[in-house]
């Protein structure tokens, strides 16, 4: 376990760390760069969702608004799921 781990008491503390990444969704009307926070739980609600990637915008935003995220047991697992989302819906500003 790294040592960052053990400054958390008690679960509910949630104590997580932090990674961010950035990703560029070409469209016609222009690049849009969104960017995604990656989450890594100590001790996450489920233990096969350790880490939580969610992004900084929102897609389809004229139908039905999305938030893409993506929840995995690695970060790889929830980045790309994350990205996925992202790639799904157009950006409507």
Known sequence: ???WTYAQEKPTERLCRIEHYAVTKQQASGDVEFLITVREYVDPPDPAMRFLAQADKQTNQKTAPYTPI???S???Q???ECVQGIRRF???P
Do not use: I, T
Request: hydrophobic letters at 45%.
């Open 1 to 3: 376990m790294p040592e």
């Open 90 to 92: 157009p950006y409507e």
């Open 78 to 80: 929830a980045l790309a």
């Open 70 to 72: 993506g929840w995995g």
């Open 74 to 76: 690695s970060l790889l």
